[in-house]
């Protein structure tokens, strides 16, 4: 099922999980203008190797999509990549989908080398969508290691600030 899903997002075929506990993490804090809602985002690398792309909202084992809502100013093959999400110098923020769901995954990738998130580092992204979505606080995901490894978790929420 792993591997299925590495062919569904068109990558990483080969892809395997070090098993269910990971020692990559992902928090989420999740800040609220009015009916806008912006998820922000912490993940730690705790190995040895570089993370060279993040996922999230891709469910273990699943070939669909978990996220509800769009980024604001994403459109289907027009702005795969909007502004609404913010990430870190060297690294892109686009939205990813598949043609038979109507929902969505975060694909972040570092776009050199020497971009990738360092062992021990951390790399924040923030993403904003219209409205309160839960499917953003509690989403699987998929760190992928520079060995072609995958650390696979649930992104684990904090307290939301006003």
Do not use: H
Request: hydrophobic share 40%; proline share 6%.
């Amino acid at each position: 099922m792993k591997l299925l899903l590495a062919a569904v997002l068109g990558m990483w075929v080969g892809v395997q999980s070090d098993g269910p506990s990971s020692q990559t993490t992902v928090r989420v804090r999740v800040e609220r203008a009015g009916t806008r809602r912006t998820y922000c985002y912490v993940v730690r690398n705790g190995r040895r190797e570089t993370i060279s792309s993040i996922f999230i909202g891709t469910a273990e084992g699943i070939d669909e999509p978990e996220l509800a809502s769009p980024p604001l100013g994403w459109r289907p093959e027009a702005n795969d990549c909007p502004r609404s999400i913010v990430v870190p110098d060297g690294w892109t923020g686009c939205v990813g989908r598949q043609e038979e769901s109507a929902k969505l995954f975060l694909r972040l990738e570092a776009v050199q080398p020497r971009a990738e998130l360092a062992p021990g580092g951390s790399l924040e992204f923030t993403v904003t969508v219209g409205r309160r979505d839960a499917t953003y606080e509690a989403a699987v995901f998929w760190a992928i290691r520079s060995t072609g490894a995958a650390d696979i978790g649930r992104v684990a929420s904090a307290q939301m600030r006003r």
